[in-house]
Structures are given as structure tokens and as C-alpha cells.
């Protein structure tokens, strides 16, 4: 598969669409309501993607004609397992990355284990004491 790079001109092009949130030199971001509009309109009047793409300002030239197709694959699979709210919440970095402390359950879970280690420590501190 190869991998399109935009150059500083093609994602000032693309950013002056609506449907883009943010671009780089190797991805578009799409407007969450973009993407739930697009499949319907695939299932609807069963419009290609290539249409589809174009009837919502997107110059292909740029954005590259086999973009549309692998975006619309992608997003109908998640509508057929999620529906509307799969492609509504953002799923990109799901799982990776430090979760952030903001609950107090999280921060006594966390002084819980801290004071277990530090039990465990003291016992086998003492436990090489006995030995020696």
C-alpha cells in the first residue's frame, strides 16, 4: 500500500474544506459528522465513494483518488458494529498511552498497593535481617 504524503499546499487545500478538522503531511482528520453522513449516503442513494467525496467539496487531486474508498470501508465496518456512536467517539490510540488519575478511587487503589509494597518491604528487610 502506499503511503500519501500532503505536501504545505495540499493540506492548506484540504484544511479549507469543512468536513477536515486537521490535517498533517500524513493523515486527515474528519468531522465526526462528515463520516456518519457519508455512509448513510452510501446506504441511501448508494453513491460511490468517489462521488460521495466530491459532492462534499473535496478535490480528489489532492486528497487521492483511493482515499475515499479506504475511508468509507473503514467507517461503514463501524457502523455495521457500532452504529452512529462508533463513529462518533474518536478510537485512534484507544489503548495505549497513561490512563489519567481524577478519581478518587484511583488514587486510594493507588495508596492501597503503596502501602502493601512498602508492608512487603519492611517484611523482607526483616526477614534478610534474621538470616545474617
Known sequence: MRRTEYSTEQIKTLLKN???TKCSTRSVAYRKEFK???????YAQGIGPNAIFQKAGFDLNVLGRDKPKSCLRLWRRIYKTQGE???MTESRGRG???KALNTSTDVKYLQTKLAYLEA???????????KT
Open 96 to 98: 495505549g498511552g497513561r
Open 85 to 87: 456512536e462508533g463513529l
Open 120 to 130: 512487603e518491604n519492611r517484611f523482607l528487610k526483616k526477614l534478610k535481617t534474621n
Open 36 to 42: 456518519i453522513w457519508a455512509v448513510k449516503e452510501y
Open 18 to 20: 469543512r468536513n477536515v
